[in-house]
């Protein structure tokens, strides 16, 4: 079992950076890929970043691609996602999960055995 809580979230102007965290409980964190979402209002969930278990690969949706960099601290349990240049389509609730597939930056949203509660980003121009 791993319980996720995220944080960092809150409203920005254009341009602004924000870094969102999200701690895990448990010790099974580092046997876990792990990635970061987001579901915008009247929007399905998308994809944003993943990274594997090791740390030692990630991948990002084209539309962050360049501005935002997931990373993780296995030694804290706890992934980031630092976000830069934000943009008001940037707007969402972002959410982290964790995926038991090892070596993979697991893209597709069910392949995640575990989410967060999710925290806001709002950007306005």
């Known amino acids: 079992q791993v319980q996720l809580v995220e944080s960092g979230g809150g409203s920005v102007q254009a341009g602004d950076s924000l870094r969102l965290s999200c701690a895990a409980s448990?010790?099974?964190?580092?046997?876990?890929?792990m990635g970061w979402f987001r579901q915008a209002p009247r929007k399905e969930r998308e994809f944003v970043a993943a990274?594997?278990?090791?740390?030692?690969?990630?991948y990002y949706a084209d539309s962050v691609k360049g501005r935002f960099t997931i990373s993780r601290d296995n030694a804290k349990n706890t992934v980031y996602l630092q976000m830069n240049s934000l943009k008001p389509e940037d707007t969402a609730v972002y959410y982290c999960?964790?995926?038991?597939?090892?070596?993979?930056?697991?893209?597709?949203?069910?392949?995640?055995?575990?989410w967060g509660q999710g925290t806001q980003v709002t950007v306005s121009s």
């Open positions: 999960a964790a995926s038991p597939l090892l070596h993979t930056a697991v893209v597709v949203p069910s392949l995640y055995d575990y």
């Open positions: 448990g010790r099974t964190f580092s046997s876990h890929g």
């Open positions: 990274i594997t278990n090791s740390g030692s690969s990630t």
